[in-house]
């Protein structure tokens, strides 16, 4: 079983960047996929970003070309680096380590205004 624990959420402002950590403890994350979810004030859960295990990543269409996941297996962290950031990013953001089962952190808030 993996623990997560997610940090870096706060306010910004628009056009601001925000990079968010996603710390794992528990077992290594390098047998994981690790996706980062949001979701909005009155929205759904959404995925944002993935990467596999070997590397590849994804995004959603609302994120891509402005955040970059990223993973580090030897600190055993994964990172969203959020760049030019709308009012509409603001979500309570999620890390997600899948397998066969899934893993949750409890969040991390991101509030993007001015």
């Known amino acids: 079983q993996v623990q997560l624990v997610e940090s870096g959420g706060g306010l910004v402002q628009p056009g601001g960047s925000l990079r968010l950590s996603c710390a794992a403890s528990?077992?290594?994350?390098?047998?994981?996929?690790m996706n980062w979810y949001r979701q909005g004030p009155g929205k759904q859960r959404e995925l944002v970003a993935s990467?596999?295990?070997?590397?590849?990543?994804n995004y959603a269409d609302s994120v891509k070309s402005r955040f970059t996941i990223s993973r580090d297996n030897a600190k055993n962290t994964v990172y969203l680096q959020m760049n030019s950031l709308k009012p509409e990013d603001t979500a309570v953001y999620y890390c997600?380590?899948?397998?066969?089962?899934?893993?949750w952190g409890k969040g991390t808030l991101v509030t993007v205004s001015s």
């Open positions: 997600n380590a899948r397998r066969v089962n899934n893993y």
């Open positions: 990467i596999t295990i070997g590397g590849s990543t």
């Open positions: 528990g077992r290594s994350i390098s047998i994981y996929a």
